[in-house]
């Protein structure tokens, strides 16, 4: 059958050949299926940190998260710093004209042991996350070297210790240096977060 070049379903051919992960991220009609989705975007705004992280080394926690969170920036996608949710979330990314809401908490924080990323964790959970939102992400950017190790001690405490009711072991993500946890919340719900790491260590420097 021959299609339309200018039809909806042309259009619809077209977007699913040149962006399949957008058309997925549009698309999804569960949690499961948006967090699925979000992670491809996540995984290249990771990416453009590390490769650009000489150029991005003078920048501050929040300067760092300006470059983040340019890659997250999409048609239907807004995306916004320092929004207000009981407190200012460092990043807000939610799917525009979307009913019920898809909804993304980010906490940023710059890499300084793993008390002071579960410290995110607690403002994530804590303050900002109402119930509402998909699956909450704590970005660590780590300026240190051996993320691989760094990212394991980590959650070797969190293991431990389970931080802000998590429920059971943290489990791996699909993005390399980052994963999963699971935390009874005040809403009464077992909410996702995601701990996602970037290597932003620059040969000679150990901040």
């Given at each position: 059958?021959?299609?339309?070049?200018?039809?909806?379903?042309?259009?619809?051919?077209?977007?699913?050949?040149?962006?399949?992960?957008?058309?997925?991220?549009?698309?999804?009609?569960?949690?499961?299926?948006?967090?699925?989705?979000?992670?491809?975007?996540?995984?290249?705004a990771v990416e453009h940190l590390e490769v650009n992280k000489k150029n991005f080394a003078p920048l501050n926690e929040e300067g760092l998260s300006s470059a983040f969170i340019g890659p997250l920036k999409l048609p239907g996608v807004t995306v916004l710093q320092e929004a207000n949710s009981n407190g200012?979330?460092?990043?807000?990314?939610?799917l525009d004209h979307c009913t019920p809401i898809r909804k993304k908490l980010f906490e940023a924080k710059i890499y300084d042991g793993p008390i002071y990323h579960?410290?995110?964790l607690s403002q994530l959970l804590g303050r900002y996350t109402t119930g509402r939102e998909g699956r909450g992400i704590v970005i660590?950017?780590?300026?240190?070297?051996?993320?691989?190790?760094?990212?394991?001690?980590?959650r070797a405490m969190m293991?431990?210790?389970?931080?802000?009711?998590?429920?059971?072991?943290?489990?791996?993500?699909?993005l390399k240096w980052s994963f999963l946890?699971?935390?009874?919340?005040?809403?009464?719900?077992?909410?996702?977060?995601a701990h996602v790491?970037?290597?932003?260590?620059?040969?000679?420097?150990?901040q």
């Open positions: 059958m021959t299609v339309n070049p200018n039809s909806v379903l042309a259009l619809a051919e077209l977007l699913m050949k040149k962006s399949p992960d957008y058309v997925d991220l549009i698309c999804a009609s569960t949690e499961d299926e948006f967090d699925k989705a979000f992670d491809a975007f996540i995984e290249k200012h979330v460092d990043i807000t990314v939610s579960v410290s995110g660590s950017y780590i300026r240190k070297k051996n993320i691989a190790q760094l990212v394991k001690s980590v293991d431990a210790d389970l931080p802000y009711y998590q429920e059971g072991p943290t489990s791996d993500h699909t946890s699971r935390h009874a919340h005040s809403c009464g719900e077992t909410l996702a977060v790491s970037c290597n932003l260590f620059l040969e000679g420097t150990d």
